[in-house]
């Protein structure tokens, strides 16, 4: 008999694609505000198009700026390759903002609201606080 799974602390219930969208655009605008009190004169969503989510500039500053949801309390958050790989090579011009412990009211429109932001600047994702958690293999003879 096979033991029941357990479920892995720091994650989640399953979400649904407009739940997660609720939560990343939620914690985009509470990022931007923060950015605003920071005094950043020019302040993008640019996560549609690169592999990180806003654009912050003030006074020839630039900073490339992460930025993750979750109604869980974020102990940890899933990277990309491309995102780890631009904050490492664009430190110290770089942040990570997690939204944690946002509630959010399920339905047909789902709507995501409050939130704590913790946020690390500069971030450079360290070797040591990275767990692999997929490989791509290279199958021979295809």
């Known amino acids: 008999m096979a033991e029941p799974r357990r479920r892995r602390p720091g994650r989640g219930y399953r979400l649904n694609t407009a739940e997660r969208l609720a939560i990343e655009q939620h914690a985009v605008r509470l990022a931007c505000q923060y950015l605003e009190e920071l005094q950043f004169t ?29 109604v869980s309390a974020g102990a940890e958050v899933i990277l990309t390759k491309a995102e780890v790989d631009l904050h490492k090579a664009c430190y110290p011009n770089t942040a990570l903002i997690v939204v944690h412990s946002i509630t959010l009211a399920r339905g047909e429109k789902p709507v995501a609201s409050g939130g704590i932001l913790t946020v690390i600047s500069p971030w450079a994702p360290g070797d040591a606080a990275l767990t692999p958690i997929a490989y791509r293999y290279a199958v021979e003879g295809h």
């Open 42 to 70: 020019t302040i993008k969503d640019v996560g549609s198009t690169e592999s990180y989510d806003i654009d912050a500039r003030k006074e020839g500053q630039r900073l490339y700026v992460e930025v993750k949801g979750t």
